[in-house]
């Protein structure tokens, strides 16, 4: 295939370096700690590009400037706020439980570190193809709602605790559909593994595959993905204008920033989810057999693909938060239960009835 | 140190139970007990997993019970939890010593 | 058949009212409850004349005898291959006669109540009740098992309960009811043996079979039965005499007749329908059904003539003595079965000799009309006066014209004068009893005679005897002429009974009803009818110098009478006789010991075991601490213990 | 010694101290806390055995569900920074011991017990044969139970929502966070 060189090819040629220079266990140790480094390195770096990234895209949308006085157009500007956030003092309130106000942002920042392992982020290019990848990603991305509520709880104090109340709900509800439209794709695909997952979708992508229950899924999913996360239009655990920030309101400094950079990832991580089940993941866009616009398609790297349609994802997220005016907590709920969860289930049904009938292309 | 095995899961999965048996003999907290009995159950699914592995590989029916057991333990710990506010709304407290009035 | 359907329909149309008008009556269509449930009846009365039509006139007769046909027979418990209770119809020509009989009556009944009860509190309730009843008889003549008509028979029964109860706020109305039930009840007990023995000899509980089984001197359940005896009377008869019992009960035959007098506290509709004209003939349609049966037992026949004159005449010498009109007609009723019960005592089967039989059957139709004729006409004059006592009455033949024309010829016809219907009647029953019997024939001769006096005594205190001012004191004198007679819905039932009166003696009863189902003329000997019929105007005689103008000789003579006048009087203390039995021997001598053996030997051990249980309980209720932890360390103990005990100490 | 085994000595570890933390804490959050660490370390256990769906449905029911569930009740029911009160000693004492001397019987019989451990531990059960097991009608199929366990559940649920109802007013939103 005449590709540019690709990340998987880069992998292999490291992982053939490292075995023929030392001993397996040895191999596997250097091996983790590299993909550790790139995991951090990742995260910083998504957390520079993505904070510079709402600021601009919230500017665009309400026709300001944004930030424009560091760097050229004010691209430094999440440096500087990182550098900060840095030297900043590290308070922790009175009477607060220090082991659980110390612990929760760790355990938010390793939760988004573990979720990376199965994702794949460009052809054969994977930390951990589980078998059960989906079902992993949607079972370690609960124990987020732990981390949260953990600070709401530690700060001792009652904004913190109510926001963490709030987040603890919305997440616990919103998880319920989103499973739910994940599994539609896993039924239509068979498998729960990403990497089957992005392999059923080379003759198309689910969404444009012309399956009415897929984009009910993938409406769903984005809207699930959304409150998940806990960003605007559902930004209840934070309400400024109520709580103050609520869970994080008595951090600072350095933890902030996990939280912030925990958040900023999880955003990714969703994205990236819901581009590899409903866009194919690293799948270039093919049109039928039209070889010719194919094989430019097939020239782009993986990567970029999958990049490419995750940030689509994010700015699609971050277009919602600028665009829609916040719910209070009842309509919140009122919306999963009475509306999300009943559609999707209905959505489930459809969806099995179709692979059971094999009305699937 | 030796290989893990069975004998070794079977040595966590006793501890944990009888971790989780001290828990409920020695708190008084009403969510403190309920905590202590999914210990309980936890080790229980532990060692059908270990069974399952070690004894039986080729069959599911230890995946299975511990599947089972997992979705009544989340029913019941709804179910207990659902008791447990209604108690303190009517007592303001969830102490296992001031239910006992329920008997009469 | 393929009019199973039309004859099912008999008996369920009056069961759909009761279903509807019960569940829904009193909330939604109480005031059109009336209407629904005497349209129903109606329907259910067209469906009988026209089944009863069919079977006398097209398939009824074969080869000049009038056949038992199964209209329809459904298996419901099979206790084992020959022995199933059955539900089905067995159409024959009483069955026929007495489908007309039921539902005329009946809907003449719910005709004249639609006036009658207008504006009572419960008025669908009642008609509910009058539903359930006409279904229980309809099913009980149309029953094809022995064992079916007991169950509509006690559903007639407790139909019975509820309407005489009706008035459930009136204490003796309680009273009333309470005392019907437990007699029939108790009655009924001797049916449900006889029902047992019956069955349990001849194996089976359908009529036809038992009939066939019990009456063919060849079969082995007919020697079966006459052998085994007890008290040196064969089964067989015991079983006729019990069944006899629960007959007797029903028909208040003496001496379980205390409970029909009683009965009149239910509303007059009622009375007129039930114990008048259709209930208490059941025991005489009881033995009419199981005829064949009786005939082959002389002691059995017996015990129903003997049972039937003395209550014949019993029940005519305390009616002449009474003052409450109901009870006078109750009275009359009881009478009137007597003839029946001992007219088919003296019958046989076959030819001349059945002439009982048909007289039975035919005195039992007129007598269905002409007594409920007198019943609702008391009914009207109860309703004009509200008063059931003669003494409250006199001179209402200006104030009820039309009741008293009617009330005159069912007087007529009860006594006997014709040519009313009940003089045709009671002819065949005098002479059917005249040849063989002559202590009944002149114990009946007798008791018609005293019929004719206190029917009479009847009428002239009600219409004219003294004046009465009663009814000014209750209603309004403008509108006594609206009130009085009642408007056409009490009219009309009047006037259809008073020309069925007339007119039923001139039907031929002996072309259709007979024991043998073959038809049976009799002559009517002109000779023969002298006497009664001077003696029933002997009886009218004496009653119309002693009542038509008010004056002191009823008295004088009552007092010369003496103590038979007032045993009369009192019924011959009969209820006392119960009440004594029944609370000093009884209660004494087995209610209270069997109360302290309950008290003290029975609830002692109860009560002891309950105050051990407790001693106990209070000993070791420091265990049940109501503690969870300490239950589950109990636990963890036991268990350990257990594990202990099997694996180390016991090998 | 290989990577296995370390890694299972420090889940063991795990496992262990933060099951006795958690039957131990007098502060009642942390002991939540120490119980969802030992159910991460049993979710470990399973994934060190390779049954990875498993280990999938313990993190998302233990974690996700029930732990989440026992911290919502105890934000409902406690004061935070507030120390349980203490235990009697007596009976911490007396608990322990029965405690541990049922647990050296236990011990004691399960040495002595020699299972027949089977050399190939190489097969783990896939998702399609779990998923098929689940709903076979045929003789050890798991469909009948797997119908009463739901029943069970929409039972429970309802159960729960007909016991935390509160007739009075109350706010919806702390109804709703009962409910789940």
């Known amino acids: 295939m005449g590709q540019m060189i690709s990340l998987s090819e880069i992998s292999k040629i490291i992982d053939n370096w490292l075995r023929a220079t030392f001993n397996p266990t040895w191999t596997l140790i250097i091996e983790m700690v590299i993909a550790g480094v790139c995991v ?52 922790t309130p009175d009477g607060a439980d220090k082991f659980l106000f110390n612990l929760a942002p760790l355990i938010a920042i390793v939760v988004a570190m573990l979720l990376m392992a199965p994702i794949a982020f460009a052809r054969d290019f994977q930390m951990w193809d589980i078998n059960i990848g989906v079902l992993y990603v949607s079972a370690v991305s609960s124990v987020m709602v732990i981390s949260i509520l953990m600070a709401g709880w530690a700060s001792n104090n009652k904004y913190s605790l109510l926001g963490a109340m709030r987040s603890g709900a919305q997440i616990v509800s919103y998880e319920l559909s989103a499973g739910l439209s994940i599994i539609a794709i896993v039924i239509l695909t068979g498998s729960l593994s990403f990497n089957e997952i992005v392999h059923s979708q080379v003759d198309g992508w689910w969404i444009f595959k012309g399956h009415i229950p897929v984009l009910i899924a993938f409406v769903i999913f984005i809207i699930a993905a959304t409150a998940e996360t806990n960003r605007a239009p559902f930004d209840l655990a934070e309400a400024e ?17 996990l939280f912030f950079l925990a958040e900023y990832v999880n955003v990714f991580i969703v994205c ?75 959505n489930l049904l459809l969806v099995t009835a179709m692979a059971i009938l094999g009305w699937h292309f | 140190m030796i290989t893990p095995g069975l ?98 | 058949m393929s009019n199973a359907l039309q004859i099912a329909l008999i008996p369920l149309l009056p069961l759909a009212a009761f279903v509807i008008l019960g569940l829904f009556g009193n909330k939604y269509v109480n005031r059109s409850a009336g209407i629904i449930a005497t349209f129903l009846l109606a329907s259910s009365a067209a469906l009988a004349f026209y089944t009863a039509y069919q079977y006398f006139f097209e398939y009824g007769k074969v080869e000049g005898v009038y056949q038992k046909v199964t209209a329809f027979k459904y298996t419901w418990l099979q206790f084992s291959d020959q022995l199933s209770i059955d539900i089905g119809a067995l159409i024959d020509p009483i069955t026929a006669m007495m489908l007309v009989v039921v539902t005329f009556i009946s809907l003449l009944v719910h005709i004249y109540s639609l006036a009658y009860l207008k504006g009572e509190k419960r008025f669908a309730t009642y008609y509910a009740f009058l539903g359930l009843f006409t279904f229980s008889m309809l099913g009980l003549v149309l029953s094809s098992n022995i064992f079916q008509m007991y169950i509509f028979w006690e559903l007639v029964g407790v139909s019975s309960f509820l309407l005489i109860g009706f008035y459930y706020d009136k204490p003796s109305a309680v009273a009333a009811c309470k005392k019907a039930f437990i007699v029939t009840r108790f009655a009924d007990l001797g049916f449900l043996i006889g029902i047992l023995v019956l069955s349990f000899y001849a194996g089976t509980l359908d009529f036809n079979t038992l009939i066939e089984r019990l009456t063919s001197l060849q079969s082995a359940e007919f020697k079966m039965a006459t052998a085994a005896s007890f008290m040196g009377i064969s089964a067989l008869t015991w079983g006729l005499v019990l069944v006899f019992i629960g007959g007797a009960g029903k028909s208040a035959m003496f001496p379980l007749h205390i409970w029909l007098p009683d009965a009149m506290e239910g509303p007059t509709p009622v009375s007129a329908l039930i114990h008048a004209a259709t209930m208490v003939v059941a025991g005489v349609f009881l033995v009419a059904r199981l005829f064949p049966v009786f005939q082959i037992s002389p002691i059995a026949m017996d015990v129903v003539a003997y049972t039937g004159i003395i209550s014949a005449l019993i029940a005519a010498v305390i009616a002449c003595t009474q003052t409450d009109i109901k009870r006078v007609l109750a009275y009359s009723t009881m009478s009137q079965i007597g003839f029946m019960m001992f007219a088919l005592g003296v019958s046989k089967t076959g030819g001349e000799a059945g002439l009982g039989f048909t ?18 006409g008391a009914g009207a ?114 006037i259809v009974l008073a020309m069925a009166s007339c007119l039923a003696g001139f039907i031929h009863f002996g072309n259709f009803v007979t024991a043998d189902g073959k038809p049976l003329t009799t002559a009517l000997h002109l000779l023969f009818s002298v006497a009664p019929v001077v003696l029933a105007l002997a009886g009218i005689g004496i009653a119309t110098w002693l009542f038509l103008r008010q004056n002191d000789s009823p008295v004088k003579y009552s007092n010369k009478l003496g103590n038979l006048y007032k045993a009369a009087h009192q019924k011959f203390y ?78 | 010694m290989t990577g296995s085994t370390i890694i299972f000595y420090l889940l063991a570890l795990l496992t262990l101290v933060s099951a006795v933390l958690a039957v131990t804490s007098r502060q009642i959050f942390r002991a939540a806390i120490y119980l969802l660490f030992t159910l991460i370390g049993i979710a470990g256990f399973y994934f060190w055995m390779q049954y990875d769906f498993i280990a999938a449905v313990q993190i998302i029911v233990y974690v996700g569900g029930i732990t989440v569930l026992i911290i919502f009740s105890i934000f409902l029911t406690q004061q935070a920074g507030e120390l349980l009160p203490k235990q009697k000693i007596g009976r911490q004492v007396f608990a322990a011991a029965a405690v541990f001397c049922s647990f050296a019987l236990v ?74």
């Open chain 3, 574 to 651: 009969i209820d006392e006789l119960y009440g004594f039995i029944t609370q000093k021997i009884i209660f004494n001598l087995v209610g209270r010991p069997a109360a302290w053996f309950d008290k003290n030997i029975v609830d002692g051990l109860v009560n002891e075991t309950g105050n051990g249980t407790t001693t106990l309980a209070e000993k070791i209720k420091a265990f049940q601490s109501g503690k969870v932890q300490q239950y589950a360390i109990y636990f963890l103990g036991g268990v350990m213990g257990l594990t202990v005990l099997f694996i180390y100490l016991w090998k």
């Open chain 1, 241 to 257: 204008s109520e709580l103050t920030a609520g869970f994080h309101t008595e951090y600072s400094g350095m933890k902030f920033a």
């Open chain 3, 359 to 376: 007289a039975s059957m035919f005195h039992l139709f007129t007598h269905a009309m002409f007594k409920a004729l007198l019943f609702l």
């Open chain 4, 107 to 180: 011990m004691l019989q399960m040495i002595n017990h020699h299972f027949t451990v089977t050399a190939d531990q190489s097969t783990t059960p896939t998702i399609a044969a779990i998923g098929e097991k689940m709903l076979a009608t045929t003789e050890d199929g798991y469909a009948l139970p797997f119908e009463v366990v739901s029943i069970l559940l929409l039972a429970a649920m309802i159960g729960c929502i007909v016991i935390a109802m509160r007739p009075e007013d109350t706010l919806p939103n702390e109804q709703d966070l009962q409910q789940k």
């Open chain 1, 272 to 346: 990236a989810i819901g581009a590899t089940l409903f866009l194919g993941g690293w799948m270039p866009f093919h049109i039928g057999s039209w070889q010719g616009f194919n094989q430019v398609m097939d020239y782009i790297p993986s990567s970029i693909w999958f990049m490419g349609k995750t940030f689509f994802l994010i700015f699609l997220i971050m277009w919602f938060r600028w665009t829609f005016p916040r719910l209070r907590i009842d309509q919140l709920l009122n919306l999963e239960w009475k509306y999300l969860l009943p559609i999707s289930m209905f």
């Open chain 3, 381 to 494: 004059v109860i309703h004009y006066v509200h008063s059931n006592e003669m003494k409250d009455m006199g001179g209402l033949r200006k104030y009820l014209p039309i009741t008293h024309i009617t009330f005159l010829i069912a007087c007529l016809a009860i006594s006997g004068i014709p040519p009313f219907a009940g003089f045709f009647s009671k002819e065949e029953i005098l002479l059917a009893a005249y040849h063989h019997y002559p202590v009944i024939f002149y114990t009946a001769l007798i008791t018609s005679g005293l019929t004719a006096f206190y029917m009479f005594r009847l009428y002239f205190s009600i219409f004219w005897n003294k004046q009465t001012q009663v009814h000014s004191e209750h209603s309004a004198p403008h509108d006594s002429e609206k009130h009085g007679e009642g408007g056409l819905a009490m009219m009309l039932p009047l």
């Open chain 1, 40 to 91: 951090i390195g990742l995260f910083a770096v998504l957390g520079l590009v993505l904070v510079i990234m709402e600021r601009k895209v919230s500017a665009w949308i309400q026709i300001r400037l944004g930030p424009n006085r560091v760097g050229p157009k004010g691209m430094f500007q999440s440096m500087a706020d990182t550098v900060k956030l840095l030297v900043k003092e590290g308070l």
């Open chain 2, 7 to 104: 004998y070794h899961i079977l040595f966590i999965s006793t501890a944990l139970f009888f971790i989780g048996m001290y828990g409920f003999f020695a708190r008084k907290n009403l969510i403190t007990m309920l905590m202590s009995i999914e210990l309980i159950l936890n080790s229980v699914n532990l060692n059908f997993i270990a069974f399952n592995k070690y004894l039986w590989p080729g069959r599911l029916d230890g995946v299975f019970f511990t599947i089972f057991i997992i979705a009544i333990a989340a029913a019941e710990a709804a179910v207990a939890i659902a008791i447990i506010i209604n108690l303190y709304r009517s007592h303001k407290s969830i102490d296992v010593e001031q239910t006992e009035e329920m008997k009469y």
